[in-house]
């Protein structure tokens, strides 16, 4: 069953954070290398993206906790799996076979998970991060009208991407953590038109980041706006993540409920990280939080961001079960 069908029966489970769970393990720069890239010339530490390849057993491993936990959806480990974010590890050239492996690791665990007994339809979402540039922003404070990239550029990189998510057969492409709308924009140029060439059907999802209590993107949107500035594209769903916790972002979501002719997606932090920026939040507080999201009959996929682990996506799962999905007309 699509996607876009399941969604329309039930709320809809994303998984939890992918960084908080790698974390976890402690690899130091030789496992980032493995075998293959023990001689590389560079740094590669912190390179999650290419665990993928050298350690998939322990990407596997997460996505499967992530569906014994609950959650229908899966995001691949390919935030950051572009040429442009890559270049900080000077592995452009491998966007494709990382996007490749990583919705392999998704694959993989889902059948994993079916093995063991698990049921119900589970889904892979290509994770599609903003890139560390923005087309809309100066970085030099001296020279605003400089740019980083230009939106040709962020499109050729977003469209290499999509091509090998869909390619290896994600269900649906999220561009997620917006925090400029004219890069979302040239990402959802990108997904359109890989989607077409493949001709496959692929759903896109699309979450923009509040970035403060001032209920603005960085570029400056409001979520209303931001809204306005991409309601245009044939969506699945639009939704907010990151930078924020559940009850913070309550009030931006509720501009989207309202608003939306997609169904509304929901992704938040733990809460607010510490000084030591870790976040504390238990699963139940957060679930608690959640249900207030249910009780409004405020969202159609329910997940985590920064500081989420299986146990938080069980705790929402559990609740999320009991409730029915919101409402909208598309």
Known sequence: MLISQTIKERIL????AMGTMIQAYKFEESDYRGERFADYAHPLKGNNDLLSITQPHAIEQIH????RAGADILETNTFNSNSISMEDYHMGDLVDELNIASVNCAKNAIEAYYNEGGEGPK????????????ASLSPDVNNPGYRAVSFDDLKATYYEQCV????????ALLIETVFDTLNAKAALFAAQDAIE???????????????????R????QTTEAFLISVSHAPLLSIGLNCALGAKQLMPYLQTLDSKAPFAVSAHPNAGLPNAFGEYDETPDEMAAQIKEYLDLNLVNIIGGCCGTSPAHIKAIADVAK??????YVQ
């Open 64 to 67: 499967l906790e992530y569906l």
């Open 13 to 16: 489970v994303l998984d939890g």
């Open 164 to 171: 090998s998510l869909v390619k290896a057969g994600v269900d």
């Open 197 to 215: 060439e493949s001709g496959r059907e692929v759903a896109i999802m699309l979450s923009g980041t509040i970035t403060d209590a001032s209920g």
């Open 123 to 134: 889904y892979i979402a290509g994770s599609v991060g903003p890139t560390n540039k923005t």
């Open 217 to 220: 993107t960085l570029s400056g």
């Open 322 to 327: 009991t409730y029915s999905p919101r409402n």
